[in-house]
């Protein structure tokens, strides 16, 4: 009783004592520095909601950027007469600008006024948008068209004549005076190549410098999250920059300068070409305005006191994280810890010495090829193949195969969170997603339409000659007193199923009409093989596909979605892999890695190898007023689809082998020393894995030290 009593006195002592504390507590020094923190609090929670809007506004322009050059990137090569080579040395100019200043501008802008050096960036990036579009406006008008300025300088143009010659040489003569002049100078597409180049350095600071500013006022475990978030609403930029690259190719390219009404080809054709300046010029205005707000956001500021307390039980679970990751290696005794490396080449040693992330990123690093073929010259394949033009494939692009994978990526996250995959389901589930894509792509090699039939490329003048050696059968005995310029490509559909490469190959000797309704008639090559129904006229432009090629490109399109949609179901648990697989200091330099090294060898070299390669298959090239060689007018279908999805089957299959081994070498690592996590605790490492980068970088990896700056 004496013992409850004393109890019961001393409680009662002590709950005297808390009452005036916590009325002094209220009252006192303190409570005023609980009002100040919280206002402080709410106050930086603005200012970073606005830093969020406005570095998502960046990064949606970013992405429209870089989807819209990819999608007027033929339009650039006809307008300039460059080889698709060239083409991708502008396309992949970006990565030249980006991977030159990204390490530079990560250290040194981390010690700076972060949101202005984002919003420098995004007016570098405008400036380079804007340069791009700039050749547009000092360029000659484009000219496709022979037949048009002849039937403007002679009403009565006649395509096949004796007297042809004397009027084919006064028009040449025109032209070389004219035309050759204005191209004689400096190229102009490097001036696109160096607005390329300004976009990559204006758009270093966006990623880097930005997580590093949200990591700064974020909550506690938050970062994640905001990260994410950026990069799923940057796709929306992806998908609007098809959909802009497909308006503005329907276009006319000089338009506001030319009557569209004498215009007599269509967007499907070969020479057409659209407003690919347009674009930039919209582009550039927008990430204007989305760079201003960040003049009028403060600095780095430090976190209220309330919001940088960690609770002791936070740290001692991260302590058990720590200790649940070092299962993931065969021999922990030899990790040392981060104090212990000496520096960044050491560290980059020891993620060299880890076969299991060499393999991983050699996978990694082929599909990322393939990704960027695909994005390049897949609307160029289709048009080839399958007579689309660029602004419909474009968006097929927008409204389709992008929103797709979109879904997919969302869903591939969700399956592997909700499955809670270890390391070896992870690995597993992606092997099984590549694999389904594999098939569904190698499917595609079935959907391929009959060669277009030009008389004297691709089949003989007369349907029932052998074609020989085509490519050196310019002329026939049909046209061969018509004197035609074999350097000519204005295309004629015959009424015998031909396609001509002009009006007079077809030997046609007159003709009716303007613009696109021109008509053509008594043409002598087109008489030969329909001498039946007595027809021999000839229409502008190619002839079209048959209804069994159109509906063989509906299948191919679902068949590519279906197959892009396997492939990015694969990607977030391939890259919480890339995270699994690592030492946990050496997380951030193994993503900075894995990214140089698919973006300089994947994004620079891949569109100019590949275009070398396309390049070998054309059968026409085109040729400017001085004679020189332009941009292919055709290519040969069969060679074109064999190095096409040669090349992207066998990139594919070179990187399922190397995720065959590396979900052996992973298998065989944890069987062998029991070190398979349980879902529980894979979850709880990917959780840790998340939260490294941007917690406990002591490397390449986000830091901050004792004045709250960060370092790249």
């Given at each position: 009783m004496n013992f409850e009593a004393t109890k019961a006195a001393t409680a009662s002592e002590a709950l005297k004592t808390e009452i005036p504390l916590q009325r002094r507590t209220r009252k006192g020094p303190y409570s005023h520095q609980v009002c100040r923190d919280l206002k402080s609090s709410i106050a930086y929670s603005h200012k970073g909601l606005l830093f969020m809007i406005a570095l998502i506004c960046c990064l949606f322009c970013k992405a429209l950027m870089a989807t819209f050059l990819k999608s007027s990137i033929t339009h650039i090569e006809r307008r300039f007469g460059i080889t698709t080579s060239k083409a991708g040395l502008i396309d992949g100019s970006?990565?030249?600008?980006?991977?030159?200043?990204?390490t530079l501008v990560s250290h040194f802008g981390a010690k700076l006024h972060i949101p202005r050096v984002i919003g420098i960036g995004c007016f570098i990036m405008a400036a380079?948008?804007?340069l791009s579009s700039l050749p547009h406006f000092f360029m000659e008008y484009y000219t496709y068209d022979p037949t048009a300025i002849m039937k403007s300088l002679d009403n009565s143009t006649v395509p096949c004549s004796t007297d042809q010659h004397s009027a084919r040489n006064k028009t040449s003569s025109i032209l070389?005076?004219?035309?050759?002049?204005?191209?004689?100078?400096?190229?102009m597409w490097i001036y696109i190549m160096m607005g390329n180049i300004l976009r990559g350095i204006g758009e270093s600071p966006f990623l880097p410098l930005g997580i590093t500013y949200i990591d700064n006022y974020a909550k506690k475990g938050h970062s994640p999250f905001y990260v994410g978030l950026l990069q799923s609403l940057s796709l929306t930029g992806s998908i609007s920059g098809f959909l802009l690259g497909s308006l503005c190719a329907r276009i006319y390219v000089d338009i506001g300068y030319v009557d569209l009404s004498i215009i007599s080809i269509k967007p499907t054709d070969s020479r057409w070409i659209g407003a690919w300046w347009l674009g930039f010029i919209i582009a550039g205005i927008l990430i204007i305005l989305s760079g201003v707000p960040f003049f009028f956001i403060p600095p780095f500021q430090k976190?209220?006191?309330?919001e940088s307390k960690v609770p002791a039980s936070l740290s001692a679970s991260n302590t058990n994280d720590r200790s649940s990751q070092k299962l993931n290696f065969k021999n922990p005794e030899q990790i040392k810890d981060p104090q212990e490396l000496s520096g960044y080449f050491h560290s980059l040693k020891c993620l060299l010495s880890n076969w299991n992330y060499i393999i991983f990123l050699t996978y990694c690093l082929f599909s990322y090829i393939c990704i960027i073929v695909n994005l390049t010259y897949l609307p160029k394949y289709l048009e080839q193949e399958y007579g689309q033009s660029i602004s419909k494939s474009n968006l097929i692009f927008g409204i389709i195969i992008f929103p797709f994978t979109g879904i997919s990526l969302f869903l591939g996250g969700y399956i592997s969170r909700k499955l809670k995959l270890n390391i070896i389901g992870t690995a597993k589930f992606l092997l099984i997603c590549h694999c389904c894509g594999f098939v569904a792509q190698t499917l595609m090699l079935t959907l391929n339409c009959e060669s277009r039939p030009v008389a004297g490329l691709t089949v003989a003048y007369k349907r029932n000659d052998p074609q020989g050696d085509l490519q050196n059968i310019s002329f026939s005995e049909c046209n061969s007193d018509c004197n035609c310029d074999v350097n000519l490509w204005d295309p004629v559909c015959g009424d015998d199923g031909l396609t001509y490469i002009s009006p007079c190959s077809a030997g046609c000797k007159s003709s009716a009409g303007y613009g696109k309704e021109m008509v053509f008639h008594n043409c002598s090559c087109v008489e030969v093989n329909n001498f039946q129904s007595q027809n021999s006229s000839a229409h502008l432009g190619e002839c079209s596909r048959t209804n069994d090629c159109s509906r063989k490109f509906i299948y191919f399109v679902v068949i590519q979605s279906l197959a892009q949609f396997f492939y990015a179901l694969?990607?977030?648990?391939?890259?919480?892999?890339?995270?699994?697989?690592v030492e946990p200091q050496l997380k951030s330099l193994a993503i900075g890695f894995c990214s140089l090294t698919l973006r300089s060898i994947g994004g620079l070299l891949t569109p100019i190898y590949f275009g070398a390669i396309i390049d070998l298959t054309c059968l026409k090239w085109a040729t400017n007023s001085c004679e020189d060689q332009?941009?292919?007018?055709?290519?040969?279908?069969?060679?074109?689809?064999?190095?096409?999805?040669?090349?992207?089957?066998?990139?594919?299959?070179?990187?399922?082998?190397?995720?065959?081994?590396?979900?052996i070498a992973v298998k065989k690592k944890y069987k062998e020393n029991n070190t398979g996590l349980s879902k529980s605790e894979g979850k709880d490492v990917v959780e840790l894995n998340l939260r490294e980068p941007l917690n406990n970088n002591e490397h390449l990896g986000i830091s901050a030290n004792v004045n709250n700056e960060t370092h790249i």
């Open positions: 970006f990565e030249i600008g980006n991977l030159l200043l990204i380079g948008s804007i070389l005076e004219s035309g050759c002049k204005n191209e004689s100078g400096s190229p976190k209220t006191k309330m694969g990607y977030s648990p391939g890259t919480m892999l890339t995270f699994m697989i332009g941009s292919c007018r055709i290519y040969n279908p069969i060679s074109f689809r064999k190095k096409f999805f040669g090349f992207l089957i066998g990139m594919r299959a070179v990187a399922y082998a190397f995720l065959i081994f590396f979900f």
